[in-house]
């Protein structure tokens, strides 16, 4: 999540609504992993057999991931729907959705 001008700052009202939020989600076994990401970090590139590798933290900040929540839906317009709770609930900010491939 990326943090703007205009984001809700955290407050009890908050987290109290986002506590009930991922309760919610957890209990209907959607809610898989959440947690959150240092900025620092190191960025790795690989290109023509060469490695190169960047400690941050990073000056674009604002392309920075901080945190990340890990859900198992039925369909991607069901990932969208649960986004869209979220961003009701935490205001203005940008995320990603993405698939997980894995072992099943």
């Known amino acids: 999540m990326t943090l703007n001008a ?9 987290y109290a609504e986002m506590g009930r939020f ?10 898989i992993a959440t947690g959150g990401l240092a900025m620092e970090g190191s960025h790795v590139t690989a ?7 960047v400690d941050g933290p990073y000056p674009e900040t604002k ?5 990340f929540a890990v ?6 317009d069901e990932a969208i ?3 869209r709770r979220f961003w009701a609930i935490q205001g203005d ?9 894995g072992p099943e």
């Not at 205009?6 to 908050?14: F, I, K, Q």
């Not at 392309?63 to 945190?67: A, L």
Request: no cysteine; proline share 2%; hydrophobic share 35%.
């Open 63 to 67: 392309e920075t991931i901080v945190s």
């Open 47 to 53: 290109s023509g057999g060469k490695i190169t590798v």
């Open 6 to 14: 205009g984001v809700r700052e955290p407050d009890e009202a908050l």
């Open 93 to 101: 900010g940008e995320g990603d959705i993405r698939q997980v491939y």
């Open 81 to 83: 729907e649960i986004s």
């Open 71 to 76: 859900i198992e839906t039925a369909s991607k």
């Open 22 to 31: 991922v309760d919610e989600m957890s209990r209907a076994g959607v809610l």
